[in-house]
């Protein structure tokens, strides 16, 4: 069974530009969260999309955004790249059926803004 | 507020016992996970505790409180393969939401 594949794996851009991330799901997971991961801040919640809506949001501004296909395929995009945009960008998949149910990783996608 | 504190370092000994602790104040609680993250990889999954007590799997163990909004992951036999990042995170939500609240993480060396 394939694990979450994120792409690209690295990306490198400049300042002002827009950045779209993809993330592919395990077969079967309908729950997809974005995590933003920097060595001051540690994992940061961005969002989570289940069938193709967005149910949860965290506190980041409206330059990120997400969406989710019939396929629970995930993109997210951030405009107006920021220097303090660079960070690791993780994506998770679920289930979300019961309680305890675990979030899977993928590997990320490493985003440099210069 | 939201908070999840686990401290930032710690470094033991091959085959030695390591305890790794993380303290949590959230608005709401519905499990604790602990995740391990090698250098560069993805966090891999390592426990899951919503009850008062210990869950033991292999070598890893976790314990929660929940009263004392307090946990530990202990760390048996350690092998140099276990220097890696722990992190503590919450599901403060709904049961099986993808939204969890994740400490800083607890980078652990393991030296010969």
């Known amino acids: 069974k394939a694990g979450v594949t994120q792409t690209p794996r690295y990306l490198i851009k400049t300042r002002g530009q827009q950045v779209t991330l993809s993330c592919s799901p395990i077969?079967?997971?309908?729950?997809v969260s974005w995590y933003q991961q920097t060595p001051g801040q540690g994992l940061q919640f961005l969002f989570e999309?289940?069938?193709?809506?967005?149910?949860n949001k965290g506190n980041f501004p409206g330059r990120f955004s997400g969406r989710q296909f019939s396929n629970s395929r995930s993109e997210m995009n951030v405009s107006t790249l920021e220097l303090g945009d660079s960070a690791l960008y993780l994506c998770?998949?679920?289930?979300?059926?019961?309680?305890?149910?675990?979030?899977?990783f993928g590997s990320g996608t490493q985003l440099s803004v210069l | 507020g939201q908070n999840i504190d686990q401290p930032t370092e710690m470094t033991a000994t091959e085959g030695a016992i390591v305890q790794i602790n993380c303290t949590y104040q959230?608005?709401?609680?519905?499990?604790l996970f602990w995740y391990q993250q090698h250098a560069g990889e993805a966090p891999t999954f390592l426990s899951y505790n919503v009850l008062d007590g210990l869950e033991e799997k292999g070598r890893f163990s976790s314990f929660l409180s929940r009263s004392k909004g307090y946990s530990y992951l202990l760390l048996k036999e350690l092998q140099m393969k276990d220097s890696a990042s722990y992190l503590c995170?919450?599901?403060?939500?709904?049961?099986?939401?993808?939204?969890?609240?994740f400490g800083q993480g607890t980078t652990l060396q393991v030296k010969p």
């Open positions: 077969s079967g997971h309908r729950s």
């Open positions: 995170a919450v599901r403060d939500g709904s049961g099986n939401t993808g939204k969890l609240i």
């Open positions: 959230t608005s709401g609680f519905n499990g």
């Open positions: 999309y289940f069938s193709e809506t967005q149910r």
């Open positions: 998770a998949s679920s289930l979300a059926r019961d309680r305890g149910e675990k979030l899977f």
